[in-house]
């Protein structure tokens, strides 16, 4: 079934959080943290998406993630570095783009070793609606 964040109210989100979770796709929230090569970064805020617990929905292409001191070993090392999500979630979306999910990979715009990164973190426990502050955005 594909959801789409967006058009959902709290009790449907509350319900589509909680389904992914229990089918171990573990949605990615701004401030969570991504591991690449070269270093962690932070996944930074993202506007007009559900907020869980005061934290956005992660989403391909459209939510930042910024390292700020990724090291390969060039002169310029180490140097802050941006990227984007480009995989997620098959059959969830928000605003139109797959919902970020732990296994969603990325990359980091002018890096001096591997651009790839991970997310580390991830909601793992089940939502409420005192949890989720939605509506069509």
């Known amino acids: 079934m594909i959801t789409e964040f967006s058009d959902l109210d709290t009790k449907g989100v509350v319900a589509a959080i909680n389904d992914m979770i229990d089918h171990g ?6 401030t969570m943290q991504v591991m690449s090569a070269g270093g962690i970064g932070t996944v930074m805020p993202g506007g007009g998406l559900p907020l869980i617990n005061g934290k956005s929905l992660a989403v391909v292409g459209q939510t930042q993630v910024f390292v700020p001191a990724y090291a390969m070993g ?8 941006q990227g984007v999500f480009v995989t997620g979630a098959n059959m969830r979306f928000c605003n139109g783009a797959p919902v970020v999910v732990l296994s969603s990979t990325g990359l980091l715009s002018g890096a001096c070793g591997p651009p790839n990164f991970q997310p580390s973190e991830a909601l793992y426990t089940k939502v409420s609606e005192n949890d989720v502050v939605s509506g069509r955005f």
Request: with cysteine; hydrophobic share 35%.
């Open 74 to 81: 060039c002169p310029a090392c180490p140097h802050p570095l």
């Open 25 to 30: 796709e573990f949605p990615v929230l701004t």
